[in-house]
């Protein structure tokens, strides 16, 4: 695959991924049409070597993995992590007030963004809304706008002269998008509008009423490559569908006959801890449904590689003080190996030796990142599941700016040069050895 395809692919799944919930239909479609078939967790799986097949849970989280043809079973897998999430603003439940005729919906802030950038930006929203039918059954419906649909206006300077000097944001009474104008408190319903919406996206489905919703605002304006040479890629949702998307191309790209898993797991921007966060039980369980032997599965996995993919800080030519010195990943210059001596990433010496092994062989460059020293380090799904399972594990990702803000920031290589190097890693014909 070349560069300028690869980022055409990407920045399609980008505009058609707003929420986990549609990266992970449209994973679902890539891999369906690659031949993966999709299995359910509550049925019994009858799997021969050699096959490939993907599991969603709760609609935000999917695992996909391809077998061995001979004795899958005593070998260990390839595996790449990665989450569906961002950091963005949720709908409340009860969605919906009027003030001084601007009809306005609560919203709660999901994860850690930068909060100062949902300013005067047009949102639209999108998500999964659980419906009751007129046959009587419980149906999960997506839904998106797709068009311009809210706004959370600035207050003019005029009227707070100190905006300018580190004011900061209450998040219950100014992060509330303004939604229509209406002359009358009554003349608006969110759930009728709702319903309209999902009449006009799903018109064979018979909606009695609807029950529930997970909904999120997102950004309009679609990604771009920008710079003098368009040497750089911005884009809402960085962080961290470009892993998703180079995981999931090199599960279907890849051709050799080894075990590969991809996991994109759910809720990382929160810590992880629900059903399809990394700190579930999903990858547990799928493996246990591969491998019933406890030995064998273990032995399996000690002889697996985790390549835990999430975006690196890049270092900020505005703001290097806040970089370690010695540590200054650029976007464009290759895929950023993250370690941490408190295993806050779970990278080891021995696991990125591997890292930087493959790499190699796929003429990629690889960068270190390490935080500062004395400012706190984040983390990923690397550590929680290299202690839950035992994996071996590197934290690896493509360096970014302006994370978690609502455009991020990456080089236009960026993403293929991460690619480049987990092709290598899913098709290589064994993993480098260790001697002893």
């Not at 077998?67 to 919906?96: C, V, W």
């Not at 709660?108 to 039918?133: K, N, Q």
């Not at 295993?343 to 030796?353: D, F, I, V």
Request: charged residues 20%.
């Amino acid at each position: 695959m070349q560069e300028d395809r690869f980022n055409q692919d990407f920045f399609q799944f980008l505009q058609g991924s707003p929420t986990p919930f549609h990266a992970v239909s449209f994973m679902a479609g890539k891999l369906q049409a690659a031949g993966f078939r999709q299995l359910s967790e509550t049925d019994p799986w009858e799997l021969e070597p050699g096959s490939s097949s993907f599991i969603i849970r709760d609609n935000g989280a999917l695992a996909a993995f391809t077998l061995a043809s001979k004795n899958y079973q005593d070998e260990g897998f390839r595996i790449m992590g990665a989450h569906t999430d961002s950091p963005s603003l949720q709908i409340k439940p009860l969605a919906g007030k009027v003030s001084h005729s601007y009809f306005q919906l609560g919203a709660e802030v999901y994860g850690g963004p930068l909060l100062a950038p949902w300013f005067d930006r047009d949102l639209s929203i999108a998500g999964r809304v659980v419906c009751m039918t007129t046959e009587g059954f419980l149906a999960t419906l997506p839904v998106d706008f797709k068009r311009p649909v809210a706004i959370i206006p600035n207050l003019a300077i005029h009227l707070d002269r100190e905006a300018n000097n580190g004011r900061t944001i209450n998040r219950q009474k100014e992060l509330v998008p303004i939604f229509a104008q209406t002359e009358r408190n009554d003349s608006l319903n969110f759930s009728s509008i709702l319903a309209d919406q999902l009449t006009k996206e799903h018109p064979d489905k018979k909606i009695k009423t609807i029950i529930g919703f997970d909904l999120f605002f997102y950004d309009c304006q679609p990604p771009s490559f920008l710079g003098l040479s368009n040497e750089f890629i911005s884009a809402g949702r960085l962080d961290n569908l470009l892993s998703c998307f180079v995981g999931f191309t090199a599960m279907t790209e890849a051709r050799m006959d080894n075990n590969r898993l991809l996991i994109c797991n759910n809720h990382e921007e929160i810590g992880s801890l629900t059903a399809a966060g990394a700190k579930g039980s999903f990858l547990r369980s799928i493996l246990e449904h591969l491998l019933p032997d406890p030995v064998t599965r273990n032995r399996a996995l000690l002889n697996s590689l985790l390549l835990s993919m999430d975006n690196a800080h890049g270092v900020h030519p505005n703001f290097s003080d806040k970089s370690e010195p010695e540590h200054l990943p650029l976007l464009n210059h290759g895929p950023v190996i993250k370690t941490n001596a408190n295993q806050s990433y779970a990278t080891t010496s021995l696991s990125a030796a591997i890292f930087k092994t493959i790499a190699a062989e796929a003429g990629v460059p690889t960068q270190d990142f390490v935080m500062r020293s004395d400012m706190a380090c984040g983390s990923t799904i690397g550590p929680h599941t290299a202690a839950t399972l035992g994996i071996p594990t590197v934290d690896i990702g493509a360096p970014t700016l302006a994370m978690h803000s609502i455009r991020e920031l990456t080089g236009s290589r960026d993403p293929f040069l991460l690619y480049q190097t987990i092709n290598r890693f899913v098709s290589r014909d064994r993993l480098p050895r260790i001697e002893g």
